[in-house]
């Protein structure tokens, strides 16, 4: 059964620090692995999405990576600004199962 | 295009109740996929549909129910609602088969609260 996690719960930086949000998923047989971000009380939205043959994926300030044998992904986020303040989600797409199985996500904020 | 959407965006019921929450997908779009989402924690997956037929279900009781139409559209039915059943519920189309894992594209959601 796939179990996704992300560590850790919440995180404070100040504005300028480039920082690296971390997940950990149990099975391998994943298809692609997707970063989300949701505003507080919204819908999510998607900022990356690397396939199980790819390594890494890269959005402007963002960058994720994949690391399949090690069940681990990345996202990192240089320069961070106060408007990326959010919790980030993570989802490992199981071609067994069909479905997206998300962590628990990373609250950060960003402060000025 | 507009994105995905979903109505209304917010309902509040007693317990007992049954509620239908509604789900439009992109244009082009012939999957939807409906998550559950409890304040604090990840989305948790409860059906998915493509071509009108159920591809997916997740370990949620025989209260909840969803159907397609053939218009792509969705709804996700939860009969006899209990307080625990309170959360965001989110919709998310995509192209294709869920199989495929393309991306998908989420809708703002509607807010249950029970009461």
């Known amino acids: 059964k796939q179990e996704v996690t992300q560590i850790p719960a919440a995180l404070s930086v100040p504005e300028g620090e480039n920082l690296v949000l971390n997940c950990s998923f149990t099975d391998s047989a994943i298809y692609n692995l997707q970063w989300f971000r949701q505003d507080p009380g919204k819908g999510l939205t998607s900022l990356l999405l690397i396939q199980s043959s790819q390594r890494e994926q890269t959005s402007g300030r963002l960058n994720a990576s994949l690391d399949k044998s090690s069940g681990r992904s990345t996202l990192y986020i240089a320069a961070s600004q106060p408007g990326d303040s959010a919790t980030y989600l993570c989802a490992a797409f199981s071609s067994n199962t069909g479905k997206l199985i998300f962590g628990q996500g990373t609250t950060l904020q960003v402060k000025p | 295009d507009a994105g995905v959407t979903q109505s209304p965006t917010h309902l509040i019921k007693t317990r007992g109740q049954h509620v239908t929450l509604r789900c439009s997908p992109i244009s082009g779009h012939k999957s939807v996929s409906w998550y559950q989402q409890v304040l604090g924690q990840g989305p948790q997956f409860i059906f998915q549909?493509?071509?009108?037929?159920?591809?997916g279900r997740g370990n949620f009781p025989d209260r909840f129910s969803a159907r397609q139409f053939p218009n792509y559209s969705s709804e996700l039915n939860v009969n006899a609602l209990l307080l625990g059943d309170s959360a965001l519920y989110l919709c998310?189309?995509?192209?294709?088969?869920?199989?495929?894992?393309?991306?998908?594209?989420f809708g703002p959601g509607t807010r249950l609260t029970v009461l």
């Open positions: 998310a189309s995509s192209r294709t088969s869920g199989r495929l894992g393309d991306t998908q594209y």
């Open positions: 549909y493509y071509e009108k037929e159920e591809r």
